[in-house]
């Protein structure tokens, strides 16, 4: 009995032990699982962090990119006044489409050698093109500039057929997949073939614009799309997105591209594209139901309007129209700018009237915002930001019920908004990073919901843990964001001392982040993101200068005042952009009267306060041979920035020198 009692008491005791142990293996999990879960949320947010850096700041890029038409206006009605030879300038940037030979008599002048190991094209074209060009990519071949011409002439010849806003259909057998932002990202494509299959009668697909830039294989994107479409026009459907356009390359790297990879034939090859884009549908309406545009919606967005436009007048979506002398019906936003009319031989009927290219600008440029109501878009520049009701207002008046469309970058490659009315689908990964985002393409089926399939291309085989991706996408939005700094660094010095009554080079957090933001202007998350840009004392004081410790400015010229360096490397892009218009021969020189004559009207309307004897002495510099002409791109080469790492994570220092 006793020793039965005992034995029990021992299992008893047992059972208690183990249910003790599981009870602490339980809080134990839970506390685990409590950490990661707030160590996860923090990386999260760190990844946000550096996403709405990296996308502030592209949209400040491209306010500025906006504001460049009001340089250009200026600077024909100033510049050409003093170069009234060069009308080639003027219809570059105003002129309607130029009338180039036809593609026989053009692409015969180009012979394809025999040492040509590329994809060979065979017109007409037919499937085995379209595998053949895929095969060739794949293996990193160039296509040659014959046959980029004679598919820029035959997509132009087939686009000039379609309506402004194509109508298509699904089936019960039939799905339409609709892809969003590409920008040369090639192995997102691939992949998209890979996962859904190639277009084809039975497999349709809707790519919604900005085919090109920012990525390294743009003209690759473009020729498999052009191609597909001329094997399947009925199937294949592209619309115009804002970076289809001749400006926006300029700045965002296509038109670097193109000259890089077909140096003898680039200026060619951008003569057409630019015909190409203007004749690139705007928007495709799928079922009678669904709108998919570029941008978005204004509430003054009219479809019938943009069912009629001559589309093709669109030159460039950053160029308004130009008014004529006295034509106080035309309501142009730039004709304060010039003093009066731009004479110019461009004739207006070439041109969309003011009404209908704002029209148009909002469909590629908008954004949609929870907000209510209709609001200028001040990120970008361009289009407008619209709300719910906006929506609801312009889908119910032409019997629609969802918009899609594309044009901004989401972490999950897609995201649905105004009460499931608006979706955006983004299909480039690592758009700003390897590991910032995912792509994502959309499934329309007859009469279903929309359905969303992600991906995210990854070099490695095995993918970096997610503290690891984070901290790389988190350091290069600070570095980025700390070149921006440069720009700006006497004007910020200038605000926080402002703010410094004292002199002691503190400032509370609140009125450096009010510093940062009034002159930054990029609408950030300043105190989050304070402690990886300043140092702050024990009572939580910024010493402000701090802000700077890390960076250096090397000048590429002692004698040169560190305030040039400084503004040159600010506007660097809108010079090279302007530079790149200046020079129509794609020579890569222009001559030091041209530059002086550029750089005063820059300065001038930009309000720029440097000296131009400052400007005339470093020219000089630059003009190593002393011919009388400077290569632009050396000359800007000049004002960049330089990362260096510390093997011991310290922050990066930036280094600008020559």
């Given amino acids: 009995m006793n020793t039965h009692y005992s034995e029990d008491m021992g299992c008893g005791n047992s059972s208690l032990r183990k249910d003790r142990r599981s009870e602490k293996a339980i809080r134990a999990a839970m506390i685990i699982q409590n950490w990661y879960r707030g160590y996860s949320t923090r990386l999260k947010a760190r990844q946000r962090y550096a996403l709405t850096i990296f996308q502030s700041i592209e949209y400040a ?33 105003f002129g309607s489409n130029l009338q180039y030979k036809d593609r026989e008599d053009y692409v015969k002048m180009i012979d394809v050698p025999d040492s040509y190991n590329g994809p060979r094209l065979q017109f007409p074209l037919t499937f085995t093109d379209i595998d053949l060009l895929l095969e060739g990519f794949k293996q990193q071949k160039i296509l040659h500039a014959h046959y980029v011409l004679a598919v820029l002439f035959e997509a132009k010849k ?138 978005g919606l204004s509430e003054s967005t009219d479809l019938n309007l943009l069912h009629r436009i001559e589309r093709n007048k669109m030159k460039s979506v950053l160029m308004p129209p130009i008014p004529s002398d006295g034509d ?126 992600q991906y995210q291309v990854t070099k490695s085989t095995c993918p970096r843990p997610l503290y690891q991706r984070v901290s790389t996408i988190e350091s290069s939005a600070i570095r980025i964001l700390k070149e921006r700094m440069i720009a700006r660094k006497t004007d910020l010095v200038h605000a926080f001392e402002l703010h410094d009554r004292s002199k002691s080079g503190r400032l509370s957090l609140s009125q450096w982040a009010f510093s940062m933001e009034s ?11 304070s402690s990886r840009l300043v140092n702050t004392d024990k009572d939580g004081n910024i010493d402000y200068m701090s802000s700077f410790q ?82 632009f791109n050396e000359f800007l080469k000049a004002f960049h920035v330089v990362h260096k790492f510390d093997t011991s994570h310290k922050p990066d220092k930036l280094v600008l020198e020559d």
């Fill in 158 to 295: 087939v686009l000039m057929q379609m309506p402004n806003i194509s109508h298509i259909k699904t089936s019960p057998s039939k799905e339409i997949t609709v892809c969003g932002d590409l920008h040369g990202k090639l192995d997102d494509l691939f992949l998209i073939f890979y996962k859904n299959g190639l277009p084809s009668g039975e497999n349709p697909y809707v790519f919604n614009g900005d085919f090109v830039d920012r990525g390294k294989n743009s003209i690759e994107i473009l020729m498999i799309l052009l191609v597909t479409l001329l094997v399947y026009p009925n199937d294949l459907h592209l619309n115009r997105g804002n970076h289809e356009d001749f400006l926006m390359n300029l700045r965002y790297g296509f038109t670097k591209e193109i000259m890089h990879k077909y140096k003898l034939y680039g200026k060619q090859i951008l003569k057409i594209l630019e015909e190409v884009y203007t004749w690139l549908p705007i928007g495709t309406i799928v079922d009678n139901e669904i709108l998919i545009i570029h941008g």
């Fill in 328 to 453: 106080s019906t035309t309501d142009f936003r730039m004709s304060k700018i010039g003093g009066g009319g731009l004479r110019t031989n461009v004739s207006l009927s070439d041109q969309l009237l003011q009404h209908e290219w704002e029209q148009v600008i909002d469909i590629l440029w908008s954004d949609p915002r929870s907000k209510r109501g209709c609001y200028p878009n001040k990120s970008r520049g361009g289009g407008c930001y619209f709300g719910p009701d906006v929506t609801s207002k312009i889908l119910n008046k032409y019997h629609l019920k969802l918009l899609i469309r594309s044009h901004e970058c989401k972490p999950d490659g897609y995201e649905v908004c105004h009460d499931g009315k608006v979706i955006t689908v983004f299909s480039a990964s690592n758009y700003y990073e390897e590991g910032s985002n995912r792509g994502a393409y959309l499934k329309l089926g007859y009469s279903m919901v929309p359905r969303f399939v």
């Fill in 519 to 529: 002159i930054l202007e990029l609408n950030l998350p300043w105190r989050s993101l």
């Fill in 550 to 631: 890390d960076v250096q400015i090397q000048k590429p010229v002692k004698e040169v005042h560190s305030t040039l360096i400084e503004t040159l490397y600010r506007y660097r892009s809108d010079l090279h952009i302007i530079f790149n218009v200046i020079d129509t021969d794609h020579s890569g020189m222009i001559s030091m009267e041209e530059f002086r004559a550029m750089w005063k009207l820059f300065k001038k309307h930009y309000g720029v306060p440097v000296d131009d004897s400052q400007v005339d002495e470093l020219a000089n510099k630059m003009d190593l041979n002393k011919d009388g002409s400077i290569d």
């Fill in 61 to 93: 890029d491209e306010q500025g990119q906006m504001q460049l038409s009001n340089f250009f206006s200026f600077m024909l009605e100033n510049y050409t006044k003093a170069h009234e030879e060069e009308p080639e300038l003027i219809t570059r940037l």
